[in-house]
């Protein structure tokens, strides 16, 4: 996880937000959510966690929309990341999804 925070900051990635997973889905523990301010700033963030990632000794990690570069979905195991242009990532609104069903866990009927 740290290895992440750290990749994505260092590539100047904005509005890092992470959401711990741990008890809430069988995905991950971790989902980190991150804009970039271009497809290209997009695609450069998402190269750079990758090979930080693969620096680290953690492997290969499975990768989709890197040649578009709107939004990339960067699954590390332990730890998803979503790479977005900022209009892609207030239409899709994950932050607020995850947010809700936090709401609805606390919630007492």
Same mark, same amino acid.
């Given at each position: !996880? ?28 971790? !989902? ?64 607020? !999804? ?12």
């Amino acid at each position: !996880m740290d290895i992440v925070l750290a990749s994505v900051d260092d590539s100047k990635g904005e509005d890092i937000f992470s959401i711990d997973l741990r008890g809430k889905s069988a995905l991950a523990d971790h !989902m980190v959510i991150v804009s970039g301010r271009s497809n290209r700033h997009v695609t450069a963030v998402a190269e750079h966690l990758l090979s930080d990632i693969k620096e680290g000794g953690f492997g290969s990690c499975k990768v989709e929309g890197l040649q578009n570069g709107d939004w990339v979905l960067i699954d590390a195991g332990d730890v998803i990341v979503h790479i977005f242009r900022p209009e892609v990532r207030t239409f899709y609104n994950i932050e607020k !999804m995850w947010s809700v069903a936090e709401a609805s866990d606390t919630t007492v009927h």
